[in-house]
């Protein structure tokens, strides 16, 4: 089974919509992150929590919000998505002190 | 911003050392640089990482500059497998945080 599981894997929804991706995780890590990447381009920051407490804004946070349920769930929330937030969004996680990345294997996110 | 630059693509014939350049001129003294690949859109995987000397795993080694300004990524032996993009990152440290800064990476094809 894999270490870092997300879902849904597709979705397709409409302008001003509520979407909420799920990212679960079985390394027991402390730390996770979602980043999206869009076409040709690199992966940008967007959350990231260092444990259960703790939730921190990445370069990208406007229009998301996160929630750290437990150790091993991390979503992400478009509050009412727009069509600039279709992309690719990728679930990671970390141990202390962080030296490697575990990603899952994305949600492709289009926003009509 | 990102604090890299790599070719766009670059070809390689299978069997034959991949040799992958990454600028990273304005690197600070204790800003590691990683390397990560992502095959089609699959979740990025964990190559290796260096910050002063040259390092070596089952995957791959780093050779590191000794000015830091530059280093290569090489692939001994490419395969078919090893068509991917490759990121040369820069892990910059803000104060407990540590954050991988993407550039736009390499696309490597590996040919028969």
């Known amino acids: 089974d894999a270490d870092v599981t997300q879902t849904p894997r597709n979705r397709i929804t409409k302008t001003g919509k509520r979407i909420m991706l799920e990212c679960s995780q079985t390394k027991g890590h402390d730390r996770m992150y979602w980043y999206r990447q869009d076409p040709g381009l690199g992966l940008r920051l967007i959350y990231y929590?260092?444990?259960?407490?703790?939730?921190n804004k990445g370069e990208i946070s406007d229009g998301y919000s996160v929630s750290r349920q437990a150790q091993a769930k991390f979503s992400l929330s478009l509050e009412s998505a727009i069509p600039n937030q279709t992309a690719l969004y990728f679930c990671?996680?970390?141990?202390?002190?962080?030296?490697?990345?575990?990603f899952g294997p994305g949600t492709r996110l289009t926003v009509l | 911003d990102a604090k890299t630059t790599q070719p766009p693509s670059m070809d390689c014939a299978e069997g034959r050392a991949a040799n992958l350049p990454c600028n990273h001129s304005t690197i600070s003294g204790n800003e590691y640089v990683y390397w990560y690949r992502q095959i089609h859109s699959q979740g990025p995987q964990y190559i290796i990482h260096?910050?002063?000397?040259?390092e070596t795993n089952e995957m791959a080694s780093l050779i590191i500059t000794e000015d830091r300004k530059s280093s290569t990524l090489i692939l001994p032996h490419a395969t078919l497998r090893d068509t991917a993009v490759y990121y040369c990152i820069v892990r910059v440290n803000a104060g407990n945080n540590r954050k991988l800064i993407w550039g736009l990476g390499t696309s490597l094809a590996v040919n028969p």
């Open positions: 929590s260092f444990d259960v407490k703790d939730i």
């Open positions: 990671a996680t970390s141990d202390f002190p962080g030296t490697q990345q575990f």
């Open positions: 260096g910050l002063k000397n040259n």
